[in-house]
């Protein structure tokens, strides 16, 4: 029962990821106006704001002028209600469910930014680590440093990568972003994060210029890959840890 009750509260919050994931990186207001179709600028009323039913019973189009709606939305809207929904099965009832439902909040902000116009915004970050320090001084990790140790090591990695290969490797966003992942997760999980990431990337990439969808050295979003490298860290990175360890003798 419980997770139903999270299915439906990830489907109310991801409509609002989605509003600030588009309005924020361009200096709006996340508060008003309301949200209106951008090709006929009609308001749209509770009826057509209802998460994925909406967009379904519309036929993905604008009730007024017919124009196509962006299937990203009722995506992002879909996508946070199941991982609200499967969290606790995977963090468990336990405070670090807080922490995991964070964590999902920010990743579909920054999907939406990221996909929509290759931005992190700094708001969201900044927003984001004020939150998981506050989360973690209750929720602590052991050691408690290792928060600390984690935002510096995320940083850095990804400093240097950018210096390294001239700001071409990683964009700004990218950088601030690992900083604040590493105070959710730690230097261990954030560290095995950018490498799923980079992984998870490099899949991304080849199948998408395989299919033409992009050219060769064309940039993609990478907040999509981050997304997936670290949600799989987060909730399997001790089981992925122990059996690259074994493998290695160690």
């Known amino acids: 029962m419980a997770n139903i009750f999270l299915f439906f509260y990830g489907l109310l919050l991801g409509s609002f990821f989605n509003v600030v994931g588009i309005r924020v990186p361009n200096k ?8 209106a179709c951008p090709g006929c600028h009609h308001t749209l009323t509770a009826g057509e704001l209802i998460p994925v039913i909406s967009y379904l019973l519309q036929g993905g189009k604008c009730r007024k002028c017919r124009m196509r709606i962006s299937p990203l939305y009722p995506f992002v809207e879909l996508k946070t209600a199941i991982l609200f929904a ?24 920054i999907f939406v930014s990221d996909m929509k116009y290759m931005i992190i915004p700094d708001k969201v970050l900044l927003f984001f680590a004020g939150l998981f320090v506050i989360e973690r001084i209750f929720i602590p990790l052991t050691p408690w440093w ?3 140790i984690g935002a510096v090591a995320g940083f850095i990695l990804l400093y240097g990568i950018a210096i390294l290969s001239k700001g071409k490797g990683m964009g700004g966003g990218d950088i601030k972003l690992f900083a604040v992942l590493g ?9 095995l994060s950018f490498f799923l990431s980079c992984v998870v990337g490099s899949i991304i ?5 395989m299919t033409g969808k992009v050219k060769r050295k064309q940039p993609i979003p990478f907040g999509p890959s981050i997304m997936v490298g670290t949600i799989a860290a987060y909730f399997y990175g001790q089981e992925l840890l122990q059996w690259y360890f074994k493998i290695i003798g160690y």
């Open 28 to 35: 709006e207001s996340i508060a008003a106006p309301r949200s």
């Open 86 to 109: 499967i969290s606790p099965l995977l963090a468990g009832w336990s405070k670090e469910l807080v922490i995991a439902l964070t964590l999902i909040s920010l990743f579909m902000i």
């Open 146 to 148: 290792n928060p600390l």
């Open 183 to 191: 105070l959710a997760i730690g230097w261990k999980l954030v560290l």
């Open 205 to 209: 990439g080849v199948l998408a210029i």
